[in-house]
């Protein structure tokens, strides 16, 4: 069973009135009729929230309509369009074909425009709180021994690690192939992760007496749905440890509160647990 993150961004009551505007003119818009003029109100609307994001919202929207195709690109892309329904009336499509085709693909453009502009919105609303992309970090799967480890954790000795492994306060994993020498991921000395945080989110799999270190080592290095696709390493940590896309939900996530995004976490491990127990 998949157990997805779910995210409510803050509301804004500018697009949501946006969005049922358009929701409502492509209810209204019948095959082979396109309402041009509706779209190009809604896109202004789109365009004029999209500009008061910038302090300089002027410029900004001096920039934003410069940087629309020119009449050149126009003229060539009416060009196209004209051999493009030639060519399909050559093939024997009738006229009323034809019109469907074009409205379809009207509409289609258009939607997707307001759906960018939007889209555009609500990212930069989420960058103005802080839910900026972090820099990417060191490895948090790089192997360490239980004396670097015990280093890493302010000066504890090596035996201190192995009991406190022992205890379920941390964790190895034997590489393959090996019958000795254990390594402890180093995320596990990490600010928002080492500590209390680790020995929580260990329980809360099942760490150690249903749940291995390989099996504890996937849960934290794993992109998860259940975390809007971070690993929880990532969301416990607060920043990416790899290069990929974020989406809102995943930026949003990055930008909770340790408290929030530790809970996230646990919500997580619960649902690992239950798959491991299932």
């Given at each position: 069973m998949q157990h997805h993150f779910q995210v409510t961004l803050a509301s804004d009551p500018t697009?949501?009135?946006?969005?049922?505007?358009?929701?409502?003119?492509?209810?209204?818009?019948?095959?082979?009729?396109?309402?041009?003029?509706?779209?190009?109100?809604?896109?202004?609307?789109?365009?004029?929230?999209?500009?008061?994001?910038?302090?300089?919202?002027?410029?900004?929207?001096?920039?934003?309509?410069?940087s629309r195709p020119s009449p050149l690109i126009d003229d060539a892309l009416a060009q196209v369009t004209q051999a493009h329904t030639a060519a399909l009336r050559e093939s024997g499509l009738s006229a009323r074909t034809l019109e469907l085709l074009r409205s379809w693909v009207e509409v289609t453009v258009e939607t997707r425009m307001l759906q960018q502009l939007v889209e555009q919105r609500r990212l930069g609303q989420l960058q103005r709180e802080g839910a900026s992309t972090p820099p990417v970090r060191l490895n948090p799967e790089a192997p360490l021994s239980a004396a670097d480890l015990g280093r890493a954790l302010g000066g504890v000795s090596d035996e201190t690690v192995r009991q406190r492994e022992r205890a379920g306060e941390l964790f190895s994993i034997l590489p393959v192939g090996r019958k000795r020498g254990r390594e402890y991921p180093a995320f596990q000395a990490w600010a928002g992760i080492a500590g209390e945080t680790l020995t929580n989110v260990l329980h809360h799999i099942g760490y150690p007496a249903h749940a291995s270190g390989a099996e504890a080592y996937a849960f934290f290095t794993s992109a998860a749905d259940t975390l809007a696709g971070l690993t929880p390493v990532e969301a416990l940590h607060g920043q990416l440890t790899r290069e990929c896309e974020l989406d809102a939900a995943a930026r949003a996530l990055l930008a909770f509160s340790e408290m929030d995004r530790h809970a996230a976490v646990l919500n997580a491990a619960k649902a690992f647990a239950g798959d491991l127990a299932a």
């Open positions: 697009l949501e009135s946006l969005e049922r505007k358009l929701v409502e003119t492509l209810r209204r818009i019948k095959p082979g009729r396109v309402e041009t003029d509706q779209f190009a109100q809604l896109r202004l609307a789109a365009e004029t929230e999209l500009f008061s994001l910038n302090p300089q919202g002027t410029a900004f929207a001096k920039a934003f309509k410069e």
